[in-house]
Structures are given as structure tokens and as C-alpha cells.
T-cell receptor, first 116, second 113 residues
């Protein structure tokens, strides 16, 4: 079945560091990928829709300059948390749409980001 | 207003008991999808089911069953003969025509040995 790989699975870094998270579709091409954030004991909230070859669409309240999304190929989307601060500590998870009408999304295993 | 409501924040049952997780959704679209996901402590999302709005048939998969009722906008999930390994957070979710998945707040299920 379709597999989405997310890397790294865990990041711990100092405040002010920029962190890049990769989301790859391993055996299919994904023109659309989604990025979610989950704070502890809360639900997953959609941050942005990543479209291959064009600008990402951000949900209301998500700072696009803070969370840079690049979807340069049909199998890779990256989320960069710029100048991360402790309040950015969260679980970030991506999903990718399989091609075709009404096909399901497949989720990566998530990245746990801890900013000290 | 929430589009996906999971009124049960946390449930504890003793192993082997049956348990039903409730989900109520809200949408104006006639075409939509409903999902259930399991999130164990390790964090990954485990896909359980996807149901489209035109298919109201109930589904059974092993110890899991789902009851979809459009009349009450509900998509409830029942685990029969629960096991300790079923302990997790369970999310009900909805996607509309734009394919964005909207998650409920989740129900934390504890199965006690």
C-alpha cells in the first residue's frame, strides 16, 4: 500500500534554531500534501496544504513566514520551522493524497519537535 | 461550531467489555467522507476506516464495527470484547469537497486489565 515517510521522527534543539521536516511519498506521486500540528493531548489541526510547484495554502492563524513549506517535487514536501521557540514544540504530521479521484490520504508517522 | 464532535473526552472500561465511541459531524456538503483513526502512545495515526456519504451500510471488521446514520449525523465506533492493546486516542474525522481532513478532539480510551 501507499507509504508516507516523515523525517526526522524526533528533534530536540535550542531556541532560535530553524528545523526542517521532510515528508516523502515512497511509492506514489503526490501533487498535494497536508501538514498538521498536534499539541499535547489535543487534536490535529491542519496548518497548510502543500501543492507541488505552487505556493502552499495556509489555514487561518498560521504564520506563513514562520512555517515555510516547499513542495518542489511530486514526492517531497518540506516544512521548515524558522527561528523555533518553545511554543513551537509540538507533534507535526504530514499526509499525502494518492492520485486519482476520491483517493485516501496517507499519513506519515509524525515528527516530535521539542525546543529548549 | 465544531464540524466533528466527540463528546467523550476519556473513557475507561475493563478488558473484555464492549465500548462505543460517539461521533457527530456537521456539514453542508452532500458528498463527504468520514474517518476513524487510532493514535497509540507512540503517536502515529493508524487508519481504521473511511466511509463516503452515500454508503450508509454499517461495517464490521473483526472486533470493530461502525454505525453510520445520516439522519442523526453520527458515525459511531464500537469495539467488542475490548483488549488492553486497544488503549489509545481515537479520532473521528470529516473531509469535504476540498479534501481537507477535519479532526474531532479525540476520545482517550483506557482498557483496564
Amino acid at each position: 500500500g501507499a507509504v508516507v515517510s516523515q523525517h526526522p521522527s524526533r528533534v530536540i534543539c535550542k531556541s532560535g534554531t530553524s528545523v526542517k521536516i521532510e515528508c516523502r511519498s515512497l511509492d506514489f506521486q503526490a501533487t498535494t500534501m497536508f501538514w498538521y500540528r498536534q499539541f499535547p493531548k489535543q487534536s490535529l489541526m491542519l496548518m497548510a496544504t502543500s501543492n507541488e510547484g505552487s505556493k502552499a495554502t495556509y489555514e487561518q492563524g498560521v504564520e506563513k513566514d514562520k512555517f515555510l513549506i516547499n513542495h518542489a517535487s511530486l514526492t517531497l514536501s518540506t516544512l521548515t520551522v524558522t527561528s523555533a521557540h518553545p511554543e513551537d514544540s509540538s507533534f507535526y504530521i504530514c499526509s499525502a493524497e494518492t492520485p486519482g479521484l476520491n483517493q485516501p490520504q496517507h499519513f506519515g508517522d509524525g515528527t516530535r519537535l521539542s525546543i529548549l | 461550531a465544531q464540524k466533528v464532535t466527540q463528546a467523550q473526552t476519556e473513557i475507561s472500561v475493563v478488558e473484555k467489555e464492549d465500548v462505543t465511541l460517539d461521533c457527530v459531524y456537521e456539514t453542508r456538503d452532500t458528498t463527504y467522507y468520514l474517518f476513524w483513526y487510532k493514535q497509540p502512545p507512540s503517536g502515529e495515526l493508524v487508519f481504521l476506516i473511511r466511509r463516503n456519504s452515500f454508503d450508509e451500510q454499517n461495517e464490521i471488521s473483526g472486533r470493530y464495527s461502525w454505525n453510520f446514520q445520516k439522519s442523526t449525523s453520527s458515525f459511531n465506533f464500537t469495539i467488542t470484547a475490548s483488549q488492553v492493546v486497544d488503549s489509545a486516542v481515537y479520532f473521528c474525522a470529516l473531509s469535504e469537497v476540498d479534501d481537507k481532513i477535519i479532526f474531532g478532539k479525540g476520545t482517550r480510551l483506557h482498557i483496564l486489565p
